[in-house]
């Protein structure tokens, strides 16, 4: 079991850049804070019957996908190893037997940090590729910060249907 992490709430008049960026961290905080208190079997269960491969654990190592794919291979153009399968579109969300809550967690941490490394480099209007066509920093920032929030929400409800834990 993990330990719930601290979140500060981005603060108020920050800049839009730094405002994208800070609650990205927060979304990725709760992220991992939903794991906090679930055993093993409770992180990967899947109790939604028309999601058969969502689970708890699988929506955070399918994140690092979303965080591998869009900020390092698009937007920082590092030769990296793609996450995902195109011939497969539940792959990143499947558990396999080494995943465990401590490897996808410190896999998560990872891509976080290097995302951050990352980032630290570029400007929102920085003009980039994505899947051979002209895009920007800033709008594939959004892009992740949607995806992350819009997984977290699922989240929030397979935690309450997994032990009734409701909230933040």
Not at 14 to 41: P, R
């Amino acid at each position: 079991m993990i330990e719930s992490r601290p979140r500060p709430f981005p603060e108020r008049g920050t800049s839009l850049e730094h405002s994208i960026g800070e609650f990205l961290e927060f979304v990725q905080t709760t992220s991992v804070n939903k794991l906090a208190g679930l055993t093993e079997a409770q992180a990967g269960a899947t109790p939604l019957p028309t999601s058969p491969v969502m689970s708890p654990l699988g929506l955070v190592k399918h994140l690092t996908a979303v965080l591998r794919q869009h900020i390092q291979i698009h937007i920082g153009g590092h030769e990296l190893p793609s996450l995902w399968r195109a011939d497969d579109h539940d792959h990143e969300f499947r558990l396999t037997s080494s995943d465990s809550i401590e490897s996808v967690v410190a896999a998560f941490d990872r891509e976080c940090e290097l995302s951050r490394a990352t980032l630290s480099g570029v400007t929102m209007d920085a003009e980039i590729t994505t899947y051979g066509e002209p895009n920007r920093v800033g709008r594939v920032l959004v892009d992740v910060l949607q995806e992350s929030a819009r997984h977290l929400g699922h989240m929030d409800i397979l935690r309450e249907m997994i032990d009734g834990s409701t909230g933040e």
